[in-house]
């Protein structure tokens, strides 16, 4: 059980917006504490995608955005393509548990 | 270009101890804090251990305090994680991992490839 909330799963069509959740508390997210995103390809990687909460590296495509309110962040993905079919996991830090932490994972299908 | 790449990994018995390295090149290695960050089969991403840029602290996840050691050797641009009293669930693949401080918060810039460990009988 991850101390950062996200859906196991979800799915969009080509050119659907889609958005997953993280869900925190008042010592991570709710707190001073941002947080980034990570895209996990099939078989790879993970790959830096949003840090900062709002702030895409170089060479990420602006359809990948994404947002911090209160307790929980959001990563939105617009015009789904089928290469976005990955794993997403958000991560931050905990000021009680003294330790970075990962979400459990999304798994975005493009259907 | 930042290249990161493990070694070391392979099948363990319970009970035994691997050491598992992580070659760096493209950056100042002592320059920058390091990680390892592991995945279990088919599971999500597990934070287990971070250093400082010259070494001198540490820092480690409960999972795996008391058992591993993460150690990092500047003059030779490596990074090491010596894993002890090895346990089934310490299963996993191990990345190698650039940190980068953000505004608050630290991140990973730049991946290994990752080094898969299986603990064993």
């Known amino acids: 059980q991850s101390v950062l909330t996200q859906p196991p799963s979800l799915s969009g069509a080509p050119g659907q917006r889609v958005a997953i959740s993280c869900t925190g508390s008042s010592s991570n997210i709710g707190s001073r504490y941002d947080v980034h995103w990570y895209q996990q390809l099939p078989g790879t990687a993970p790959k830096l995608l949003i840090y900062?909460?709002?702030n895409r590296p170089s060479g990420v495509p602006d359809r990948f955005s994404g947002s911090k309110s209160g307790t929980s962040a959001s990563l939105a993905i617009a015009g789904l393509q089928a290469e976005d079919e990955a794993d997403y996991y958000c991560q931050s830090y905990d000021s009680s548990l003294k330790t970075w932490l990962f979400g459990g994972g999304t798994e975005l299908t493009v259907l | 270009e930042v290249q990161l790449l493990e070694s070391g990994g392979g099948l363990v018995q319970p009970g035994g101890s691997l050491r598992v390295s992580c070659a760096a090149s493209?950056?100042?290695?002592?320059?920058?804090?390091m990680s390892w960050v592991r995945q279990a089969p088919g599971k999500g991403l597990e934070w287990v251990s971070a250093i400082s840029g010259n070494g001198g602290k540490t820092y480690y996840a409960d999972s795996v305090k008391g058992r591993f050691t993460i150690s990092r050797d500047n003059s030779k641009n490596s990074l090491y994680l010596q894993m002890n009293s090895l346990r089934a669930e310490d299963t996993a693949i191990y990345y190698c991992?650039?940190?980068?401080?953000?505004?608050?918060?630290?991140?990973?810039?730049?991946w290994g490839q990752g080094t898969l460990v299986t603990v064993s009988s």
């Open positions: 900062d909460n709002t």
């Open positions: 493209g950056f100042i290695f002592s320059n920058y804090a």
């Open positions: 991992a650039k940190e980068e401080m953000g505004a608050t918060t630290p991140m990973v810039d730049y």
